[in-house]
């Protein structure tokens, strides 16, 4: 993955990569609770293309970017280095992309293969993740599985 564009959206991807990076491990939290924490509660889908994004980025090992180059021509002034280091500082063996879902309890609906890996790896870390009678497939119910800690400004009050 290379840098973002600008750096103000730079600084809201790394915003999303830090917070979800608390979430424990056998909890998940919504795109919505991640966008709240970090001061931005409008921008939840944004969350979610920071996290699309960071899941295709290039792994410690590998050579080859699968993801989207966010960089443009117009922004020459950020060299290769920077991305480089931008992708191995936030990927996604570090950031646990798959603890964030969407505020129905659900598995956001992307790619079959995607879906089951994020599903894998919340079982892997002891969270249920049901089919329920609804046929609403990959639910998880955020009563029990949920992490939703106050914004650092509501604990202020």
Partial sequence: MSKPRTDEAEAFYIAVYETVQRIPPGRVTTYGHIARLINSPQNSRQVGSALKY???APLKNS???RGLD???DDNADRDESDSQ????????EIVPWWR???ADGRIAFRASRAMD???ERLQAEGVDVRNDAHSRPRVINLHEYGWFPPPEDELSD
């Fill in 54 to 56: 960071l899941r295709h």
């Fill in 63 to 65: 050579g080859t970017s």
């Fill in 85 to 92: 280091d931008f992708s191995h500082q936030f990927n996604s």
């Fill in 117 to 119: 890996e994020q599903s």
């Fill in 70 to 72: 966010l960089e443009s």
């Fill in 100 to 102: 964030v879902i969407s």
